[in-house]
């Protein structure tokens, strides 16, 4: 059973991995080299624990302490309770939800592993924004993708906000990191994937004439935020895809051109 500490100073070393929140250079820095992740809200904690996570503490406010009694109960490490105001002084920002947890990172499998195990993979490059993080790898999760790998310049899927908006699908989908771009490309290839490469170029091929649910083995590569995917990236795939538009609209942001790629790519619907 956990130990429920009550704690009334911000200054409290026992709190250092709740500190600063919201200075997002310090966590990126910070979490990797400690081993550690945030999780944020009772069904993502609860996520987090479910997917094997070991917890190194909990940051709770008074009236969470009832409705997380269960996993208090069932768990050895300490559980923090502070008020309202103390959450804020630590981590920087209103803890609307209540509960935080920190978490224990695991080891990332090898891009080798996850290619063995898996048909329908997301490629991305550079999507270093981690709404937009959180939301593709909540799509990949919901629609059938088997895996995720990231270009070594990729945000962090366990940062606090991509955890927070994909609802803790980033502890559903295994994802790996390619050790450098775009040579890495080659192992996917050689693992008898099909590398299609989405944008919205004019010389790609609309998504649904290539009936990527019918290869064997795809890899959908996708870019960042405004620039899309690179020169090098294009030249490495094996083909452009494009989703068709109207009205004029000439493309989407990458978190909803990814739900509706992995929708064609999984399960063969029109795009």
Not at 70 to 96: F, K, N, Q
Not at 97 to 118: D, N
Request: aromatic share 6%.
């Amino acid at each position: 059973m956990a130990d429920l500490i009550t704690i009334d100073d911000p200054d409290d070393p026992r709190l250092r991995d709740y500190t600063g929140l919201t200075d997002v250079e310090l966590r990126r820095r910070r979490e990797p080299a400690e081993g550690l992740f945030i999780a944020e809200g009772e069904k993502v904690i609860r996520r987090a624990k479910d997917a094997g996570y070991e917890m190194r503490s909990m940051l709770l406010s008074a009236k969470w302490v009832d409705v997380m009694r269960d996993v208090i109960d069932e768990l050895p490490a300490p559980v923090y309770a502070v008020s309202p105001d103390l959450a804020e002084r630590v981590t920087g920002y209103h803890v609307h939800r209540g509960a935080l947890a920190s978490m224990q990172r695991k080891p990332l499998p090898t891009a080798e592993e996850i290619l063995a195990t898996s048909r329908r993979v997301a490629v991305m490059e550079a999507v270093n924004d981690h709404t937009n993080i959180g939301a593709i790898f909540r799509s990949a999760a919901a629609l059938g993708m088997d895996a995720v790998l990231l270009s070594p310049d990729c945000a962090d899927p366990l940062y606090r906000r991509s955890v927070k908006v994909s609802m803790g699908a980033v502890f559903s989908v295994p994802y790996a990191r390619l050790e450098s771009w775009p040579k890495s490309l080659a192992t996917v290839r050689e693992a008898g994937f099909r590398l299609l490469a989405l944008t919205p170029d004019e010389k790609a091929s609309a998504i649904n004439e290539v009936a990527p649910h019918q290869l064997d083995r795809v890899a959908l590569m996708l870019g960042a935020e405004g620039d899309g995917l690179s020169r090098q990236a294009l030249v490495a795939a094996d083909e452009w895809v494009r989703i068709p538009m109207a009205h004029g609209v000439d493309s989407l942001n990458v978190g909803a051109a990814a739900a509706v790629a992995f929708y064609a790519v999984a399960t063969g619907r029109p795009a």
